[in-house]
């Protein structure tokens, strides 16, 4: 049985408070891609974990891993006897803003859900959710969201002038540190979020001057109707009115940045 972790990218994200317990009071709204890695579950003996894929070398398959850490929380829950052998694809690079481990997460929540035969509601995955992580949440159900809070505070949101577009995700294959990233904002509230197309990024200055590539990939992104930088960076992401004009702007990045990892894909 198979399940696929979509790809977390945010549409915007405004920073408004740094709170005293050292997090951030954001306003964002998540999307998700149609693509992400892959996870396969099958018999086993307890809960294991393979990785494979592109990106495998820069995670770690132990007890800390995420995707082990909500089975175990399912299985608790549940009372689940059985085991689980557990196989990630790992096709998205790591610390790049999408989400992987979170995306992988609330996959493991899907697809153990329907593997174990669990009369487990979505609202049984949020509370699992919940303490593996502020993304996790909105992973679960890979919808587009609004998020408050620390991102956990969801409600529904939809476009439908964004609901399928073509995307283009660039990462110029450098890793970026969230709390870095968070510890370097400015400290500036710049307004609440609003309009879409008004909307902005309050990660980009923080995430450019620790990382300038994050720079050359919203330059390389020029033309795209939204160039973002998704969540902490440092991948962007370019919405395109056509496939035709997202597959050329892949084809222009790929010639002049042949080292650079990137996505074709479609919002869900």
Not at 76 to 93: I, N, Y
Request: proline share 5%.
């Amino acid at each position: 049985m198979e399940e696929t972790a979509f790809a977390k990218i945010n549409l915007a994200l405004h920073v408004r408070a740094r709170e005293p317990d050292g997090f951030h009071r954001i306003e964002t709204i998540f999307a998700f891609c149609e693509d992400g890695d892959r996870l396969e579950v099958s018999d086993g003996d307890g809960l294991s974990l393979q990785v494979s894929g592109p990106f495998a070398a820069t995670l770690t398959s132990g007890e800390d891993n995420l995707v082990l850490r909500a089975a175990r929380a399912l299985k608790e829950r549940f009372a689940v006897t059985a085991g689980a052998a557990l196989r990630l694809d790992k096709r998205l690079p790591v610390a790049a803003g999408l989400g992987g481990g979170s995306a992988d997460a609330a996959a493991a929540l899907r697809l153990l859900s329907r593997w174990w035969r669990l009369d487990a509601g979505e609202e049984d995955l949020l509370a699992l959710a919940a303490p593996l992580g502020a993304d996790v949440p909105a992973c679960v159900g890979s919808r587009s969201a609004r998020g408050e809070a620390r991102g956990d505070r969801l409600a529904p949101w939809a476009d439908e002038r964004v609901a399928g577009a073509p995307v283009l995700l660039v990462n110029p294959g450098v890793p970026l540190s969230t709390a870095a990233v968070f510890r370097d904002w400015d400290g500036e509230d710049s307004g609440p979020l609003g309009a879409l197309e008004a909307s902005r990024n309050d990660l980009e200055p923080a995430a450019t001057a620790l990382v300038p590539e994050v720079a050359d990939a919203l330059e390389a992104l020029e033309g795209a109707r939204i160039a973002r930088m998704s969540g902490s960076g440092a991948t962007c992401f370019g919405l395109y009115f056509s496939e035709a004009e997202r597959d050329a702007a892949a084809a222009r990045i790929r010639a002049a940045r042949p080292l650079w990892w990137q996505l074709s894909t479609r919002l869900r």
